[in-house]
């Protein structure tokens, strides 16, 4: 798997410090070309053929985005057919925003550090940042721990992440000119709208997305983030921009969660479970996503549910962990993650290690402070209460 390498290992250390950070790839993509194509090129007559495939080939790699990149393969929300992941995987690079496991690394990296300094793309630090200033500087990818297995042995994932750039070059830039000049005649346009328009009005609806959806917006869910629901993000980035039900619900297939949500992406999801592509398609419950509206308390979810939760000794839970079962204790509760280990936002090794074990300081800040949906979706993975931890007494009194 490709590597991007350091400043210092492609700049000799007399080019100035400033330059050897620079993402030159983002650079060239996102400044060097629009600008100097728009200058340059004069806005050609607009032919109706050539804006209809423009829109439509813009969804398409959109939607290749969002359902590829974004929630099959960086939260896992449902699994698809290989035909699909290759699809998704081929369109996708059109969008010019980097590999799969380039994208999915740093998406990760946001979601497990949001709005801190190890935030790629941190918020806090404004919305010039947050919307593109953080694709123009390199940073040390080694910093972040984020769990990248799964992409490691997918190899469609390898394979696209060996060769994106022809791939990125021809459907990005090759394509929507190639098509309109050859079927219709129409090159100027292919290059101008096909090409060049697309291309920038793609780049910033999905930036917007980790800018606008986390500047302006409602906090239904959690108001722990900056990540916020903004209808008009939503629109632009085909249902991204529910982003306050996504930072709290991110293994979830849908972002717009009601039926009137403008989630497109959700929509082609059922569409491909329909014709039977997409498979394990997760839903949290109307139960979890409620209690959270409400900014309920985790132990209220508990306590509710009291006389089904028995208990069990300590060496009994770690007895059962290690013959098989995925058993978890967190503040002298025990849960069963055997469901949820694949679908673990943090990846599965660290929910692996976690069995048998008391990890309540790896739940609660140890490795990753988790939000109110989290502690709400863990409750309804409850089995077993450990006798004499605590807890028990505390159940006992509310009884």
Request: proline share 5%; hydrophobic share 45%; charged share 15%.
């Amino acid at each position: 798997m490709r590597r991007h390498p350091t400043p210092k290992s492609i700049f000799p250390a007399t080019i100035p410090t400033w330059t050897q950070n620079l993402y030159w790839y983002h650079v060239l993509w996102l400044l060097i070309i629009p600008v100097f194509a728009f200058l340059l090129l004069r806005p050609p007559p607009v032919h109706p053929a050539t804006i209809i495939f423009t829109f439509l080939y813009g969804w398409l790699l959109g939607l290749c985005t969002t359902v590829g990149y974004h929630r099959l393969w960086a939260h896992k929300s449902f699994r698809a057919h290989v035909s699909v992941r290759i699809f998704l995987a081929v369109f996708g690079a059109g969008m010019a925003q980097n590999s799969i496991h380039w994208w999915v690394l740093w998406h990760r990296a946001h979601h497990r550090y949001v709005d801190t300094e190890l935030d790629p793309y941190n918020a806090r630090k404004g919305l010039l940042h947050s919307h593109i200033g953080w694709l123009f500087v390199r940073r040390d990818e080694a910093e972040w721990e984020v769990d990248m297995s799964d992409l490691d042995n997918d190899p469609v994932v390898v394979w696209q992440d060996r060769w994106y750039y022809p791939l990125s070059v021809f459907m990005c830039c090759g394509l929507p000119v190639i098509l309109p000049g050859v079927v219709w005649g129409d090159w100027h346009g292919g290059v101008y709208w096909a090409w060049l328009c697309r291309m920038v009005v793609a780049h910033h609806s999905t930036f917007a997305v980790n800018s606008l959806a986390h500047w302006s917006g409602k906090q239904p869910f959690s108001t722990k983030t900056t990540a916020r629901d903004n209808i008009v993000v939503g629109l632009l980035a085909l249902g991204e921009g529910y982003h306050n039900f996504h930072h709290e619900f991110p293994t979830d297939y849908r972002n717009g969660v009601r039926w009137f949500d403008l989630d497109l992406s959700k929509w082609v999801i059922l569409g491909l479970a329909q014709l039977g592509l997409a498979t394990n398609l997760h839903c949290v419950s109307d139960r979890v996503i409620e209690s959270c509206r409400r900014q309920d308390r985790r132990e209220d979810i508990v306590s509710a549910a009291h006389g089904d939760v028995p208990p069990i000794l300590w060496d009994d839970y770690v007895r059962q962990a290690k013959n098989g079962r995925a058993l978890v204790a967190i503040a002298g509760f025990v849960y069963d993650v055997g469901d949820f280990i694949q679908r673990h936002p943090g990846g599965e090794k660290i929910l692996r290690s976690a069995i048998g074990t008391d990890a309540t300081a790896t739940f609660h800040g140890g490795v990753y402070n988790h939000s109110l949906a989290a502690n709400n979706l863990l409750a309804t993975m409850l089995v077993h209460v450990i006798r004499g931890g605590g807890r028990v007494e505390l159940l006992q009194k509310k009884m």
